[in-house]
């Protein structure tokens, strides 16, 4: 039915994090109206909602950050090489700022819906405040993990004291003084908050299912020289990025660990160890593909577990076993050191299984937890889970989530749109490089060719584009095949679905290398657009 009072845009963007910002400049610059819909009370994404204790970035400031404006670049002043989370939205709320964007978004609105309406060949767009919203374009920068998992378990609405996840954390900073703290989940927020909290709370009892392969950060405050050589440097670096294999102008050691002797892998694994950050998953060229040279990155940072943590049987509580890197890389200060300390406790739930939350704490299998406060650091629904969200129907009233089969059946094509979902574009969306990628490159790739595209459609006048079957079919293909030649789809992690109790099994990030994936992108629009259909309505109404 049409309802002619319904506001229009040209697009509508879901979120305001790197992606929905970036995805509004470009828009309005190219004279579309747009909308930006953004689920918190202010700008930042992931950097908005996980304000947890000893949050911060593990991919170094300098390259951090956009890249499409040279003056941007020079205003802007990093402190560290790893910025807090603060820093991070205090940037992005800058840039909001001086690029006048907070205009075109609306705070404290949630999409609820979005559905292709064919008669009038628009989306119509349905807002938690019961407003609806026709849109040419469809464009979400939601991320991938902004669907927060708490795990179903028995007994949390019973208990008495404070419960919190980290992806979700309160504006108002919590008080941990004198408290008896829980902490389910040991992944990059699990590692990041725990040394903080030990230092905060009375005490600290860390409920551990899986250990993890965590590597100094290394963090430090940046001179004044160095920022100065960075900003001379910008072209140079951005190019870096935008031409690299992950977003970053780190290049990868060019050897496998196998050519070394024994003393030389320790020696290279060494240097790496004291570089900190992603040094160490870049210190051989086949720690992801191959499986001897993978046990020994595992088997040098099992060393430094035992040589850091005192207590032997608490050491090797803390020690990996599956392969390294199938679980994303972490980073961590002071970690390991953390279990040191009086006031911390490791339980492995894995060993001995929470049976329940109750009024006072956690119970396990073996034991109970007398806790004031606890936090669920246990991850996201990653990929799908946040487009899985949103009822997002396209032609023929079709959900998204039964397309793709709950999961089981996910098909894009360049990770960017999917068939029957005509003017739709998922923003580093499933099967595109995404979050093996520094985001904010991967984000910028994303969004240009977003905006050109859409700039190109206006020019043709076209008012349609819809992917082909085939091309999305031969896509999916593709990523699937160049992920099986690695070992991260035999890791259990939220990369293969493996996090959430019941979620289809696949790996969802095109692992060809951003580089090529950026060729690849640019030689289709070259192409008019190959692998779409690109459709003329007569008469819009
Ligand atoms: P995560 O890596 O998925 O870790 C979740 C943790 O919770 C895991 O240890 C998991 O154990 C545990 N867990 C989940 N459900 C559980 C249950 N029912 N019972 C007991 N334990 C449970 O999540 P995350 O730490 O939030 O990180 C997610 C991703 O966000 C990261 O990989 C990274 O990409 C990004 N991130 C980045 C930064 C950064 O830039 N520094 C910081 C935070 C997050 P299992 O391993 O056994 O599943």
């Given at each position: 039915m049409k309802n002619h009072s319904i506001k229009e845009v040209d697009a509508v963007v879901l979120g305001a994090g790197f992606a929905g910002l970036y995805m509004l400049y470009q828009l309005r610059s190219k004279g579309f109206s747009t909308v930006v819909y953004e689920?918190?009370?202010?700008?930042?994404g992931v950097w908005y909602w996980?304000?947890?204790?000893?949050?911060?970035?593990?991919?170094e400031s300098i390259y951090y950050n956009?890249?499409?404006s040279k003056e941007l670049y020079e205003e802007w002043n990093w402190t560290s090489r790893f910025p807090e989370q603060e820093e991070i939205l205090n940037y992005l709320n800058y840039v909001a700022d001086r690029f006048e964007l907070r205009k075109d978004i609306q705070f404290n609105?949630?999409?609820n819906a979005a559905h292709f309406d064919e008669e009038r060949s628009k989306w119509l767009i349905y807002l938690n405040n019961g407003s609806q919203v026709y849109a040419k374009y469809f464009i979400t920068g939601?991320?991938?993990?902004?669907?927060a998992n708490i795990p179903n378990m028995k007994g949390l609405n019973q208990f008495k004291g404070k419960w919190y996840h980290t992806g979700h954390w309160p504006h108002k900073k919590v008080d941990f003084t004198g408290k008896r703290v829980g902490i389910i989940g040991t992944g990059s927020s699990g590692i990041q908050a725990i040394p903080v909290l030990a230092k905060e709370a009375k005490h600290l009892t860390v409920f551990q299912r899986t250990p993890q392969y965590t590597i100094p950060a290394r963090n430090h405050f940046y001179d004044e020289e160095f920022i100065r050589s960075t900003k001379e440097n910008f072209e140079t670096l951005k190019q870096a990025m935008r031409n690299s294999v992950a977003g970053s102008p780190h290049q990868q050691n060019?050897?496998?660990?196998?050519?070394?002797?024994e003393s030389k892998q320790q020696q290279v694994f060494e240097d790496a160890w004291a570089e900190g950050g992603f040094a160490f998953a870049m210190s051989y060229n086949d720690l992801l593909t191959n499986e001897q040279s993978n046990e020994k990155a595992a088997d040098f940072i099992r060393s430094k577990i035992r040589e850091i943590v005192k207590d032997p049987k608490v050491a090797e509580r803390l020690s990996?076993?599956?392969?390294?890197?199938t679980k994303r890389q972490v980073l961590d200060t002071d970690y390991f050191e953390t279990?040191?300390?009086?006031?911390v406790l490791l339980v492995d739930v894995k060993e001995s299984p929470i049976d329940e939350i109750t009024e006072t704490g956690v119970k396990t299998a073996d034991d109970q937890y007398e806790l004031d406060i606890l936090i669920f650091a246990t991850g996201y629904d990653g990929m799908t889970g946040p487009l899985f969200k949103i009822d997002i129907k396209g032609r023929g009233g079709i959900a998204l989530k039964d397309k793709w089969e709950n999961g089981a059946s996910v098909r894009t094509y360049l990770g960017l749109t999917t068939a029957g979902f005509p003017n739709l574009f998922m923003i580093t969306?499933?099967?595109?490089?995404?979050?093996?990628?520094n985001m904010p490159i991967a984000i910028e790739q994303h969004v240009e060719w977003i905006a050109n595209c859409i700039e190109y459609l206006r020019e043709h006048d076209i008012d349609l584009m819809d992917t082909n079957v085939q091309a999305e079919e031969e896509w999916s293909k593709h990523c699937r095949e160049v992920a099986n030649?690695?070992?991260?789809?035999k890791g259990d992690s939220w990369y293969t679905g493996a996090?959430?109790?019941g979620k289809h099994r696949s790996f969802l990030i095109y692992l060809g290398g951003f580089d090529y994936y950026t060729k690849r992108c640019i030689e289709i629009a070259q192409n008019n657009f190959e692998g779409f259909t690109l459709q003329k309505l007569k008469t819009m109404s």
């Open positions: 689920a918190g009370d202010g700008v930042g996980n304000r947890y204790p000893g949050a911060r970035c593990d991919v956009y890249t499409f609105i949630r999409v939601i991320g991938c993990l902004s669907a060019d050897r496998s660990a196998m050519e070394d002797s990996p076993k599956y392969m390294y890197g279990y040191n300390r009086d006031n969306g499933p099967e595109s490089p995404s979050v093996l990628v030649t690695t070992l991260y789809v996090n959430i109790a």
